[in-house]
């Protein structure tokens, strides 16, 4: 299953590819810790740094996707990496 940046971040709209909750999003997402919670929640991720396909020919936007097992529904598993996020950079606060 394919996860893009975009579709978690808090920062973009329905139209621009969120496809969660704006409360349940994380603001500005990164590649690594997106990453590292798929792999607390053993999901097998594999990360690639590219575009997002709406934001091709523009300068914003939010690079990369990663690549997990398809264990749940999407919006569960978009849900799961959002919280698992949180507990992250809370600890790291």
Known sequence: MSIWLSN??????RVEGRKIAKGLAIK??????????ATHLNLD???AETQYPKDQGKDNGTPGRILVE???????????ICDEIRRIRQANE
């Open 8 to 13: 978690i971040d808090s920062a973009r709209s």
């Open 28 to 37: 500005g997402p990164s590649l690594s810790e997106v990453t590292s919670a």
């Open 45 to 47: 991720p594999e990360s």
């Open 70 to 80: 398809k264990k749940y529904p999407k919006t569960r598993t978009m849900k799961l």
